[in-house]
């Protein structure tokens, strides 16, 4: 097996070289050309764990921390973390070449806390997944992936990238412009009893490079505070989304315009009963960072299903919107599943 292309950072480069402007409208249906556009790269940021029954938030472990931390009660309610990824696209060798599906070669290094002379070379938890991202579901900014990680445990991640205005986010020295990226990761226990199987994963960060380190920031040791804080940024570093509330639930009470492809679909009133966490077998959480996590089983026409909806609420102040983009998994008994994306528009 030989690697032919690691394309994709570019590819991604060549996508951000201009300022992100969506409309309202957005394609409902899956690219059929994988583009990558919301992976690989480098990332800084925060990523935080919740109950998946309550979506109470799960801080970092106490066997992680300094007794000092402890005994000022001050637990850190996310880890920072630095994440780099490759898409790499593989081929058999042969008489005739044979394509193999992408794989996204990712490296999420976790910086354990620390105080005093340890941030000077802070400890860190490493981990490195080879994940197979032929089944990825790509949308304007937004993707769904569904991929096996033992025979009845499977994960799905969804990404959106973040519709910040520009001037708030990051520049590189060519003047480009990087997004704020956020990743949903559900551990799914399958087939037949399909169920939420450990805590919700939330990460929020935002992207230091297009092209990928590999991880090597952490070669040799010696990571300081200093680093980690420059490419989280100094204005987000001490203040993680984790910190902060879930969406009012107030401001999502009214009329919301449902778009699907381009078109306009429906119009759909929302009322503050609907928004109830629990209803019938769906659990419906709200997350910090804009985030609402729906899971459960239903039944439509008799047939046994189970959702996993995740979606973003957020706001564009400029032309009073308020824009939630929905991308919905709606699975099979056998675990076979189906997805679909939507966006819901009201006026603030």
């Known amino acids: ?132 991202i032929h089944s990825m579901r790509e949308f304007d900014a937004a993707s769904s992936l569904l991929y096996k990680k033992s025979e009845t445990n499977s994960i799905l991640e969804t990404i959106f990238i973040s519709c910040e205005p520009e001037q708030n986010l990051k520049k590189d020295e060519n003047g480009i412009s990087y997004p704020k990226r956020i990743r949903i990761t559900l551990a799914i226990k399958s087939p037949i009893d399909i169920s939420l199987s450990t805590p919700i994963k939330v990460t929020v960060e935002r992207m230091t ?52 492809g381009t078109d306009e679909e429906e119009v759909v009133y929302i009322k503050k009963q609907d928004l109830e966490r629990n209803q019938d077998n769906v659990c419906t959480l709200f997350l910090p960072g804009n985030i609402i996590v729906r899971h459960g089983h239903i039944r439509d026409n008799g047939s046994f299903q189970w959702i996993a909806e995740i979606s973003i609420v957020e706001e564009e102040e400029k032309v009073k919107l308020m824009r939630r983009r929905v991308i919905k998994r709606t699975f099979a008994r056998d675990g076979s599943s189906a997805v679909r994306y939507w966006e819901e528009i009201k006026e603030t």
């Not at 070449?97 to 070669?105: A, I, Q, S, V």
């Not at 092209?211 to 804080?229: C, F, M, P, R």
Request: glycine residues 8%; aromatic residues 6%.
């Open 209 to 260: 490079s297009a092209v990928s380190s590999q991880g090597t920031l952490v070669n040799g040791g010696g990571l300081s505070a200093s680093t980690v804080t420059r490419l989280i940024g100094i204005d987000n570093v001490n203040k993680p989304f984790s910190d902060t509330q879930a969406i009012n639930l107030d401001r999502l009470v009214g009329k919301w315009k449902v778009f699907v």
């Open 1 to 132: 097996m030989n690697i032919l292309l690691l394309l994709l950072p570019t590819v991604y480069a060549l996508i951000h070289s201009k300022p992100h402007h969506r409309s309202t409208a957005t394609a409902a249906t899956a690219s059929n050309h994988f583009t990558g556009s919301t992976v690989s790269g480098d990332y800084a940021g925060h990523v935080a764990t919740f109950q998946p029954d309550t979506g109470k938030l799960l801080p970092v472990p106490e066997h992680f921390l300094p007794e000092t931390l402890i005994e000022w009660n001050q637990i850190p309610s996310s880890f920072e973390l630095l994440t780099s990824e490759d898409v790499l696209l593989l081929s058999n060798n042969g008489e005739k070449e044979k394509k193999l599906p992408p794989l996204l070669k990712r490296i999420e290094i976790k910086v354990v806390p620390d105080v005093g002379c340890g941030v000077d070379n802070l400890d860190t938890l490493v981990q490195n997944d080879s994940i197979s």
